[in-house]
């Protein structure tokens, strides 16, 4: 669903909130009075396997987190409704400021998890784009939480439908330009026109968001990835076959936004530390271990520099050839540092 200026509220978005929002509340509820159970229960079941950093409890305590974050998010939301400030962006990027950074500083507590990054700079002044790598569940918090609360800016994201089940995301996501894109529709022609639209209306104080990789990054996509790659694109996929943590780019949604906003300068972003967590088990395995920092990485473009039309697709593949070049080296040092 696209922002459009009004806040309107379809059948099948009301359909949908009247069993996430209950949901939320339910479970930030009971999460809250089995206390009692839940802390026990986890450190024994951590304790049986030896797991003596408490995986377990650091993701159960940060869900009990989030679970009351995301019903004061909502709660916000609905007042803001109920004084007739459902339309008031300003007050609604306030939220989701508040929102970015107590979910992170919640990581930062339960899971050890914080963010490194002295590239903030670089998402002003807007009008921007800003391309980005795709590794876990976590990363538009990461770049919510940069965009927002150091630098002072406004994201426009585009973003998978799925995640509306995301009570905050759902409403709050949707009272302020973003778009949820279906990533199954049949035609793909109105998807990408509603991209360019939201381009296209980036103001001094916005960056448009989008993740070219079109999902999260992990080695058995990666070669799926290749491999359909190799059959539609041959020269193609030998140009990027030697990506070793990145997907090879998607290039039409990026391109979409450029057309709205061919005038703007291009952000590249890169992050390290989230490698394996695009699963249940990959996030316990993670929590197992003392987390390292998670370091964020931006480059700006200038306007001049990023090619156009035909030549803007190779373009983006040389920056993701290149950004998979430096993930490849900040993960070697990781690797040296722990072994010294």
């Given at each position: 669903m696209s922002y459009n200026g009004a806040v309107s509220v379809s059948k099948n978005t009301l359909q949908r909130r009247v069993i996430t929002i209950p949901a939320l509340f339910v479970a930030a509820v009971l999460l809250t009075l089995l206390i009692p159970v839940w802390v026990p229960v986890m450190v024994l079941a951590d304790a049986l396997r030896a797991k003596f950093r408490f995986p377990l409890l650091r993701l159960v305590s940060f869900a009990f987190c989030w679970a009351w974050l995301e019903t004061v998010g909502v709660v916000a939301a609905f007042g803001l409704w109920a004084i007739g400030q459902s339309g008031n962006q300003r007050a609604h990027y306030d939220l989701q400021r508040w929102w970015a950074a107590h979910l992170l500083d919640a990581l930062r507590v339960t899971c050890g998890i914080r963010v490194e990054t002295t590239?903030?700079?670089?998402?002003?002044?807007?009008?921007?784009?800003?391309?980005?790598?795709?590794?876990?569940?976590?990363?538009?918090?990461?770049?919510?939480?940069?965009?927002?609360?150091?630098?002072?800016?406004?994201?426009?994201?585009?973003?998978?439908?799925?995640?509306?089940?995301?009570?905050?995301?759902?409403?709050?996501?949707?009272?302020?330009?973003?778009?949820?894109?279906?990533?199954?529709?049949?035609?793909?022609?109105?998807?990408?026109?509603?991209?360019?639209?939201?381009?296209?209306?980036?103001?001094?104080?916005?960056?448009?968001?989008?993740?070219?990789?079109?999902?999260?990054?992990?080695?058995?996509?990666?070669?799926?990835?290749?491999?359909?790659?190799?059959?539609?694109?041959?020269?193609?996929?030998?140009?990027?076959?030697?990506?070793?943590?990145?997907?090879?780019?998607?290039?039409?949604?990026?391109?979409?936004?450029?057309?709205?906003?061919?005038?703007?300068?291009?952000?590249?972003?890169?992050?390290?530390?989230?490698?394996?967590?695009?699963?249940?088990?990959?996030?316990?395995?993670?929590?197992?271990?003392r987390f390292e920092p998670i370091r964020f990485v931006a480059h700006r473009v200038a306007n001049a520099e990023v090619s156009s039309g035909d030549a803007f697709a190779p373009w983006l593949d040389d920056q993701w050839l290149r950004l998979d070049n430096e993930v490849d080296l900040a993960l070697t040092e990781r690797a040296e540092r722990k072994l010294t």
């Open positions: 590239d903030h700079a670089a998402f002003s002044p807007g009008p921007a784009l800003l391309f980005v790598r795709h590794a876990s569940l976590a990363d538009s918090l990461v770049s919510a939480y940069v965009i927002t609360h150091l630098a002072k800016m406004r994201p426009h994201y585009v973003l998978k439908r799925e995640l509306l089940s995301d009570p905050c995301l759902d409403v709050v996501g949707q009272r302020v330009p973003n778009y949820f894109l279906d990533r199954g529709a049949n035609d793909s022609a109105p998807e990408l026109a509603a991209i360019e639209r939201l381009a296209a209306a980036l103001g001094p104080a916005d960056i448009g968001i989008i993740f070219p990789e079109g999902t999260r990054a992990n080695p058995t996509k990666r070669a799926a990835a290749m491999a359909k790659l190799e059959q539609r694109d041959p020269a193609r996929a030998h140009k990027l076959k030697n990506l070793r943590h990145l997907l090879p780019p998607r290039p039409s949604g990026a391109s979409a936004m450029m057309r709205g906003a061919p005038n703007v300068d291009v952000i590249l972003a890169w992050h390290v530390g989230f490698e394996g967590l695009d699963t249940f088990g990959g996030i316990l395995k993670a929590l197992s271990r």
